[in-house]
T-cell receptor
Framework: DVKVTQSSRYLVKRTGEKVFLECVQD?????MFWYRQDPGLGLRLIYF???????EKGDIPEGYSVSREKKERFSLILESASTNQTSMYLC????????????FGPGTRLTVT | GDSVTQMEGPVTLSEEAFLTINCTYT??????LFWYVQYPGEGLQLLLK?????DKGSNKGFEATYRKETTSFHLEKGSVQVSDSAVYFC??????????????FGTGTRLLVSP
């Protein structure tokens, strides 16, 4: 069974802290994605990566960075967390030729106080 | 730009009722269209897809038909079950000749089915 796992289901951090969200996939997928999910706004793409060490900005990259040192792992970094980054964060992966079929992790609910 | 509009929820139904969740889109050219479902506590998963006009996608009793003339892709099911309670997302990928084709999601519609 294909799997995308995220390091935490729930996370509480203080304003100004550096936050790392980790995502691992076991499907040998080339593409990996980070989204945030907010009520009434749906899913918004933060960053994506189509290869190791490659990254592209999505629709809302401000305040975030990413790292992809290995094919199976894609990390989202909040350099200095702020309260407006309180959200549900979803990681996804897909193969190169079927980008539309994305496999999602269960999400990390991040609260910044 | 490309966008997807879904009906606001929640949609509340009794078991065995007929379901329709409306979805319309705005896109250049002929996008591919998708429905994703998110069950409680889980990530999204692809439910069905249609890649060209008049295509019908179907899976698990759900159906949706790609209607170019009305730019719509409404999700239907003839008889819902309690286990269908979830959030449903309509999405598209723009049809481009080059470049990465990302998924554009609607805001989601929550379905609640009671016994």
């Amino acid at each position: 069974d294909v799997k995308v796992t995220q390091s935490s289901r729930y996370l509480v951090k203080r304003t100004g802290e550096k936050v790392f969200l980790e995502c691992v996939q076991d499907m040998d997928h080339e593409n990996m994605f980070w989204y945030r999910q907010d009520p009434g706004l749906g899913l918004r793409l933060i960053y994506f990566s189509y290869d190791v060490k490659m990254k592209e900005k999505g629709d809302i990259p401000e305040g975030y960075s990413v790292s992809r040192e290995k094919k199976e792992r894609f990390s989202l970094i909040l350099e200095s967390a702020s309260t407006n980054q309180t959200s549900m964060y979803l990681c996804a992966s897909s193969s190169l030729d079927r980008n539309y079929e994305q496999y999602f992790g269960p999400g990390t609910r991040l609260t910044v106080t | 730009g490309d966008s997807v509009t879904q009906m606001e929820g929640p949609v509340t139904l009794s078991e065995e009722a007929f379901l329709t969740i409306n979805c319309t889109y705005t896109a250049t050219g002929y996008p591919s269209l998708f429905w994703y479902v998110q069950y409680p506590g889980e990530g999204l998963q692809l439910l069905l897809k249609a890649t060209k006009a008049d295509d019908k996608g179907s899976n698990k009793g759900f159906e949706a038909t790609y209607r170019k003339e009305t730019t719509s892709f409404h999700l239907e099911k003839g008889s819902v079950q309690v286990s269908d309670s979830a959030v449903y997302f309509c999405a598209l990928t723009p049809r481009r000749d080059t470049g990465f084709q990302k998924l554009v999601f609607g805001t989601g519609t929550r379905l609640l089915v009671s016994p």
